[in-house]
C-alpha cells in the first residue's frame, strides 16, 4: 500500500496565507506537485466546496480540510504547520495544525480506514502536541506513520463502565449500585473521511468523563457495523450527530432524541451527552418517529415546516421521474426518426400503428416497409410505456419522500388512479402528497410489538392506498382532470404574442430557482405534455423546447461570464464554470448554483432575463423537442435545432453581459476590494 504521507507533502512553521482558500489551495498544490493528483485546480475546488459545506476547524487548533475528488490519483495526506495561525472555524480560535486529506473518489476500504483512523488521532492531546513540537518533516511522518499502525479501532466502540457501576454491591452494605446510564448514538458526514470517526471518539470521552455507557455506530465511508438490536433496546437515549441521512433509523423508534450537525458532536460533545441524559429523564422529550423515512430527522425534532416537507417531496419526485421519462421520451423521438410520424397514428379499426406491426411482425417476419420502420415501431412502443410511468412514478417518489418505502406502493397507486382520471401530473402531486401523508401518519401508531413487522410491507401500503386513492376517485379526482384539461386547452390554443408571453414565463420559471420547486414545476408541466404524444398538435412539443432551452441558459452564462471577465470571480467559480459548459449543454440547470449561492441578487436577476429572452424565441419560432432531457446531445429529437441553437446563445450572452455589468456597477460604495476578493471571502 502506497504510503499517504512523505517528507515532501509536510509544511512546518511557514505563512501559506491569510485565509483558509489560501491555505487549500497552497496545500492542493503541493499535492499535485508530488504526482498523487492531475491537477491542483480541481483537487481545489473540491476541496473548498467541501469546506464550505461544514468548516473543518476543530477545538485545539486543529483542522482537517478534506474532499474526495476525481483529480486525486492515490490517497495522501499534506500536512502544513501554520505560522501565523489561520481561521478554519473552530469556536476556540485559528488553527495552526492543518491535516489536508486527499481521497480518490473511488478509494478503497482499506485507505479509507487508514484515513479515518488518522482523524480521530488528531482529538489526542499527546498526539497533537508531539506534532507541534516535531523538529523535522521525517518527524512528522513518523509520528503519523505510528498513529496508523495503531492497533484497529472499532467503528462501534462503548465507553468502559465505571468502576462499581452496574455491579451488586457488596453483601451486607444495604444498598445497590446505581443504574448505569446508556446511550446509543450515530455520526455520520457527506465526505465520511474525517469528522464521523472525531464525532465519534469526542462523545465516548466525554460520556466515560460521565460515568455513561456510550455506544456509537459511525456510518462512514470506510465502512459501518450496525448496533445490535439489544444495545439500542437498552439505551436510555439516542444522539444523531449527523450531517446526512441515518440509515434505518426506524431501529431507533420511540427512543428519545437528540440531533445536531456532526460538528458539535466535535465541538461539544459534553453538552451533547447532558442534553441526551435530560431527554432521557424527560417523558415529553421528542423521539425517534417510528416511520422509516429517511429524511425524518427534521420531524424527530419539529424543525421541518410544511412548506419545507412539501418542497422536498416535489423534488424527490421529479428527480426519481426524469429517468423514466427521459429514457422514453429520447426513444420515442428515435421511433418517430425510424419510421415517422405515422408510428403514433392508429390504423382503421383504431388500432396504433406500432401495436398493429408489433402483433403481426417480428425479426424473423419483417413487414414490407422494412427493419428500420420495423425498428422504428420498437422504439416507439417501449418509449410509451416508460412514458406510462411518468405520473405514477411521480406520486410514488413523492409518497416515498414523505414515509419512504412504505410510501412508495400507495403513491404508485394514487398516480395510476390519476392516470385514469385524466388528472395529469397535477393529480400525480395530489394523490402522492396525499399517499405519503397518510402512509406517515398510520407509521406513527404505537402497536404491539408482534404488529410492528406487518406495518411496512402490509398494513400501510393497504390502509394508505384505500384512503389516497380513495379520495382521488371519489372526491379530488374529477375536478383535478376538469382543470388539467381546460389549462391543457388554453395553453395548445395559444399562438403569436400569447405563445411568446408563454415562453417568456417558463424561462423565467427555469432560472429563478435553478432547479427548485418553481423549476421543477415548469419541467413537470412541460413533460406531462409530452406524455399525450402529441403529433398533429405539436404545441406540447414547443413547450418542451422553451423549457429545455431556458433550462441550459444559466449553466452556459455563468460559464461564459467567467470568460469575459475572470477577475469578477473567484477561482472557486472559474473552476465551476469549466465544468458549468459541459452542464448548461446538457440541460443540468443546477450547474449554475454555485454561483447564485455565492452571490444570489446578481446571478438570479441575470439568468432569469436570458432565459426568458430564450423562451420567447422558442415558442415564437416554433421550435419543437421529442425529447424531455439531454440539452444539445439530442438534437435529432428537436425540430428547427439551428433556432434552438440561435435562442439559446441569445439568452446566453445577454445573461453573461448583464451579470458581468452587475457586477462591475452594481456594488455598494464601501467595498475597498474587488468583487473576486468578496465573493472568495
Known sequence: MAQLITTELVTLD????????QVIRRLADQVAATGRATGADGLYADALAREEKTATGIPGGIAIPHCRSTSVTEPTLAMARLNPAVDFGAKDG?????????APDGADQEHLKLLSKLARSLIKKDFTAALRSAATEQDVVDLVQGALDAGPRQSSQAAPTPSGAGEPAAAGNGHTAPKTRRIVAVTACPTGIAHTYMAADSLV???????????VETQGSSGATP?????????DAVIFAVDVDVR????FAGKPVITSPVKR????????????LAAADNPNARRVQGTTDSQSQQTDEGGEGIGRQLKRALLTGVSYMIPFVAGGGLLIALGFLLAGYEIALSNADGVGNADAMLTQYTLLNLPPEGLLVFLGAVFFKIGGLSMGFLIPALAGYIAYALADRPGIAPGFVAGAVAGFMGAGFLGGIVGGLLAGYFAMMIGRINVPRWLRSLMPVVIIPLLASIA?????????????????TALNDWLSGMTGAAAVLLGAILGLMMAIDLGGPINKVAYSFAVAGLGAGAVANQAPWQIMAAVMAAGMVPPLAMALATVLDRRRFSVAERENGKAAWLLGAAFISEGAIPFAAADPLRVIPASMLGSAVTGAIVMGTGVTSQAPHGGIFVFFAIGNVAMFVVAIIVGMIISALTVVALK????RKTEDTTVAETVAA
Open 205 to 215: 470521552a466525554a460520556a466515560k468523563e460521565r460515568g455513561v455507557d456510550l455506544q
Open 265 to 276: 458532536g466535535i465541538d461539544e460533545p459534553g453538552m451533547m451527552v447532558d442534553e441526551a
Open 248 to 251: 434505518d433509523r426506524h431501529r
Open 227 to 235: 448496533l445490535p438490536a439489544d444495545v439500542i433496546a437498552a439505551a
Open 468 to 484: 389516497a386513492s380513495g379520495l382521488m376517485i371519489l372526491v379530488l379526482g374529477g375536478p383535478i382532470a376538469s382543470l388539467t
Open 664 to 667: 462591475r456597477f452594481a456594488t
Open 94 to 102: 485559528p488553527a495552526d495544525l492543518i491535516f489536508f486529506i486527499a
Open 14 to 21: 511557514q505563512d501559506l496565507g491569510s485565509d483558509r482558500s
